[in-house]
């Protein structure tokens, strides 16, 4: 299990938070096999995948997504397991069947938007302090450059350029890509950098109240205790800022290659999702532009 870590962190380059969901993932599956058959991990077949995916939909009831991730999960490790030569053949080459439910993504509207990032803001006027300081250039810059909750954990200070307001950001694979952030976002940023004192030097830009990076579970801590204190019941996670960016680049006009390039999407066809969530503006733009949706006039 420790091999397979480091394989996924050094050779696949996948972040913190994936290689600790993968691990979870194997861990589930190997008590699923202890209370079932007894087998090991190394001695299983398709019967025994087929069996832990049908324990997920009808026993803990996972969505269809989250079954999905799970499987490509164990289809890594026992990808890895055979290149090792730990396993003769991989037990996950006959599962097939499971096809990704669509949905649209949860976004926040434009004033919903402005009311969380405003709260922050009214907060920090009031008390200047770090942690208000760190929640309002958090999400401000979430919201500004569409950042997964992993990209914006492990920005580093270096790769902010306040003069040409863009960032580097090292998405999924290890690749690289540059994203601008705007002027609200640079201004929050200046004002935490002011309350930023760790004692010893510390990379990263954004640190917890002991002054040490923070991680991804604790961005989505500090979002639900936000979301509380404002009272907003939306069901929310970071990656909704993510999905509030696109939605909300693609409906000012920006052009979908430009919103694919600035998410890091490999496939523009994960980019079209988020023309579903304009059906308002382009209901408008119909009814003033088809000749046939006029009312006659007498």
């Known amino acids: 299990m420790n091999e397979f870590g480091e394989y996924l962190e050094f050779e696949r380059h996948y972040s913190p938070h994936t290689v600790e969901n993968y691990l979870r993932v194997i861990h589930q599956f190997n008590n699923f096999l202890t209370k079932t058959n007894q087998r090991s991990l190394t001695e299983v077949d398709a019967s025994d995948i087929a069996g832990f995916m049908a324990f997920l939909k009808t026993v803990s009831h996972l969505m269809r997504v989250s079954q999905l991730n799970r499987l490509s999960a164990l289809k890594t490790f026992y990808r890895y397991l055979r290149k090792k030569g730990k396993i003769q053949k991989n037990p996950c080459d006959g599962i097939g069947g499971l096809r990704e439910e669509k949905s649209l993504p949860t976004f926040f509207s434009q004033p919903e938007i402005n009311r969380f990032l405003d709260y922050l803001e009214d907060r920090f006027r009031k008390k200047p302090d770090f942690l208000q300081a760190r929640n309002r250039a958090l999400f401000e810059i979430l919201y500004s450059s569409g950042l997964r909750v992993g990209e914006v954990v492990g920005l580093k200070t270096i790769d902010l350029n306040f003069h040409q307001k863009i960032l580097k950001v090292r998405g999924k694979g290890g690749k690289e890509r540059i994203v601008p952030f705007n002027e609200k976002a640079l201004q929050a940023v200046r004002d935490y950098l002011a309350f930023r004192h760790p004692e010893k030097p510390v990379q990263e830009l954004f640190l917890n109240y002991l002054q040490q990076p923070l991680t991804t579970r604790g961005v989505r801590v500090i979002l639900n205790k936000i979301l509380s204190e404002i009272g907003m019941v939306k069901k929310a996670s970071p990656h909704t800022f993510r999905h509030s960016f ?31 969530l304009n059906w308002d503006k382009m209901k408008k733009v119909y009814e003033n532009a088809h000749p046939r949706s006029h009312k006659k006039e007498d």
């Open 246 to 276: 696109a939605s909300h680049f693609l409906s000012g006009g920006a052009e979908m290659r430009i919103v694919q390039e600035a998410l890091g999407h490999s496939s523009l066809s994960t980019t079209q999702i988020y023309t579903h």
